[in-house]
């Protein structure tokens, strides 16, 4: 069965992704400031794009350490089928071996997506930026409204409120 996490690591887990995904822009926008000698002539580090590929890259490297991870699970229980969370979904009736090419696609909008968003960040104030990546999570609510026929409950709609 799947461990439960403690409230405490919760709200740490709350916390880090909360600095992180702000310290991301405040790093991204300073990027911005950042001047180069280029030809004797001062120059603008602006290169949306090289920042979206150096912030995949990180993550890249954290889907390394999960297989590493993974590697080392599957020294210690010595077949796959042993591993105790992989057991658990199988009991139940979940998919354990997914084609990972499938994510290939959403994977390239995200990134053209995230370059898009930097080329705005250079052009406007952070917090802008931060309002409009706000605002995803409505359009993905109304599409899936829309196209998927999703019926939201109250804390939800609470929720897209409170955004």
């Known amino acids: 069965m ?7 690591k919760l709200y740490l887990f709350l916390f880090g992704m909360l ?25 603008k ?18 889907l390394l350490i999960y297989g590493v991870y993974r590697l080392f699970q599957r020294y210690k229980y010595g077949r796959v089928d ?7 979904a199988t009991r139940r009736g ?7 090419l499938i994510f290939i696609i959403p994977a390239f909008f995200d990134i053209f997506a995230t370059s898009i968003l930097f080329f705005g960040l250079m052009l406007i104030p952070a917090s802008g930026y931060q309002m409009i990546r706000g605002s995803m999570v409505f359009v993905v609510a109304i599409i899936s ?12 709609w609470t929720s897209l409120a409170f955004l």
Request: proline share 1%.
């Open 19 to 43: 600095m992180t995904g702000s310290m991301t822009t405040i790093f991204v926008k300073l990027q911005g400031f950042a001047k180069f000698n280029k030809d004797g002539e001062k120059h």
């Open 45 to 62: 580090f602006n290169h949306a794009f090289v920042q979206a590929f150096i912030m995949f890259l990180g993550e890249f490297f954290c």
């Open 145 to 156: 409204m829309i196209f998927l026929n999703k019926r939201y409950h109250r804390h939800q």
């Open 94 to 100: 979940y998919r354990t071996q997914v084609n990972i």
């Open 2 to 8: 799947a461990q439960k996490i403690s409230k405490f």
């Open 82 to 88: 042993k591993i105790p969370d992989l057991a658990e």
